[in-house]
């Protein structure tokens, strides 16, 4: 049987250009990790926004030099062809999608690989609970929150939070698994009143889709890998690359090896 | 310096008549425990009601065989006088408290130490958490629910919880603190919305104080070792012994003994 579900696998179609969408749902099991491509004159300030921001900046690993285009630590990958699709940005403002960004490599170029809540979703659907945004085929909502990021250098923002409903009982049991996936957002930073993190409408969220809240059901947050993003924009750097929001770093790195216990 | 504070001396006062109230706040970081006392008739019974339901009834500890005073696995304990007072059942009715119940012993008695809530708000206290019912100076307030236990035997009844309100980032944080202690209750069985869980008034707790609930906060819900008190008297035996609420079975055990993680 030929391998096709394997991270290798599908890394080896996209850089191949046999696969250019989104990555939820291949390689089951397997870490996909959010991406932050910076020049190294603002890599320090990054990595200090990271660091006294765990929760929406969970960072997994960082190529072993600026400029080079390998992440050893996550697999056999060539970052500049193995994600299906880069979101590149100018003064902080977005440009074209690209498959490919061999052209815009740079020898100062760093490269961080963030924690992706498809690890924490993947172990709550393991343990039988409803993922509501799974469950609708829908993306995730999310939301920005009043809750102010630790800043470092050009980068600040608030948090963005994903949210989740779910029966009472259930959020506990999500917040117990979730707690030992700290590498992936880890426990939820808010249940219940949305209005006690300055979300107004949970109908209306900021980036992706609603889902349906039913009867005794709570919202659960999440810190979210969008604020890392947000945290981009408003620095305005000249030059940065992420990848395209679902377009996810497949990695060999198995989920269960993020959990701490 | 005399040994005073350890859960020994403490004992030792209690046995002669020197300490007969509340324990709480006694031989901090050492486990307290509930205390049911029946006839071995009853006892298989009420062994399967402790294994089928584990969160309002969390074992500890037995006696050796029926008629053993002792529970070494606990210190060096004489069950008949070391608890500062007892109550007394007939046909599931209580009767007066005592201090001693030695005269009231059998060679047919099994002992049944329960896990006591006690050991998880030293935790959370530990973490800087605002425990409402301490820093108010009350008991805690306890409701009855609409959850049914599993019954066995005679034993049967709707689970009691206790309430503690918190923040949401607190009450995540409880969450995981309590997680670590499934023997002292464990997680909460519920947050947020009282009446999901059949409780109509908040004020007005079934047994203990009430306390109060600030802005922002949300009532969490833990399992509730008068749950067993409740099964005891709905299963009217014609004899069976429990401590007096408040008044626990100091051990040598720690609190962090307990901890499975």
Same mark, same amino acid.
Request: hydrophobic content about 40%; aromatic content about 6%.
């Given at each position: 049987m030929p391998d096709t579900h394997s991270p290798h696998a599908i890394r080896a179609r996209i850089r191949n250009g046999e696969h250019s969408g989104n %990555? #939820? !749902? @291949?390689?089951?099991g397997f870490v996909q990790c959010n991406l932050v491509i910076l020049p190294q004159a603002h890599a320090h300030d990054f990595l200090r926004f990271c660091q006294a921001n765990p929760r929406p900046c969970p960072l997994i690993a960082m190529n =072993? #030099? =600026? !400029? $080079? =285009? %390998? @992440?050893p630590a996550l697999g056999d990958i060539d970052i500049r062809r193995d994600v299906p699709r880069y979101r590149v940005f100018e003064s902080g403002r977005a440009g074209d999608d690209t498959a490919d960004i061999q052209s815009l490599w740079r020898e100062d170029l760093v490269v961080f690989a963030l924690g992706c809540s498809f690890s924490f979703e993947e172990a709550l659907l393991a343990d039988g609970l409803d993922v509501r945004n799974v469950s609708e085929g829908v993306n995730v909502p999310m939301y920005r929150t009043n809750t102010p990021c630790t800043p470092a250098g050009p980068f600040s923002g608030n948090m963005v939070v994903s949210m989740r409903p779910f029966l009472a009982a259930d959020a506990i049991r999500a917040i117990q698994i979730c707690t030992r996936f700290p590498s992936v957002h880890g426990a939820p930073v808010h249940l219940g009143d949305p209005s006690a993190i !300055?979300? !107004? $409408?949970? #109908?209306? =969220? $900021?980036?992706g889709d609603s889902v349906s809240v039913k009867q005794r059901e709570m919202p659960v947050f999440w810190a979210c890998g969008v604020t890392p993003q947000v945290a981009l924009e408003n620095a305005r750097l000249p030059f940065a690359i992420t990848h395209s929001p679902g377009c996810m770093l497949v990695t060999d790195m198995r989920n269960s090896q993020l959990a701490i216990l």
């Amino acid at each position: 049987m030929p391998d096709t579900h394997s991270p290798h696998a599908i890394r080896a179609r996209i850089r191949n250009g046999e696969h250019s969408g989104n %990555t #939820s !749902g @291949l390689a089951p099991g397997f870490v996909q990790c959010n991406l932050v491509i910076l020049p190294q004159a603002h890599a320090h300030d990054f990595l200090r926004f990271c660091q006294a921001n765990p929760r929406p900046c969970p960072l997994i690993a960082m190529n =072993p #030099s =600026p !400029g $080079d =285009p %390998t @992440l050893p630590a996550l697999g056999d990958i060539d970052i500049r062809r193995d994600v299906p699709r880069y979101r590149v940005f100018e003064s902080g403002r977005a440009g074209d999608d690209t498959a490919d960004i061999q052209s815009l490599w740079r020898e100062d170029l760093v490269v961080f690989a963030l924690g992706c809540s498809f690890s924490f979703e993947e172990a709550l659907l393991a343990d039988g609970l409803d993922v509501r945004n799974v469950s609708e085929g829908v993306n995730v909502p999310m939301y920005r929150t009043n809750t102010p990021c630790t800043p470092a250098g050009p980068f600040s923002g608030n948090m963005v939070v994903s949210m989740r409903p779910f029966l009472a009982a259930d959020a506990i049991r999500a917040i117990q698994i979730c707690t030992r996936f700290p590498s992936v957002h880890g426990a939820p930073v808010h249940l219940g009143d949305p209005s006690a993190i !300055g979300i !107004g $409408d949970l #109908s209306r =969220p $900021d980036f992706g889709d609603s889902v349906s809240v039913k009867q005794r059901e709570m919202p659960v947050f999440w810190a979210c890998g969008v604020t890392p993003q947000v945290a981009l924009e408003n620095a305005r750097l000249p030059f940065a690359i992420t990848h395209s929001p679902g377009c996810m770093l497949v990695t060999d790195m198995r989920n269960s090896q993020l959990a701490i216990l």
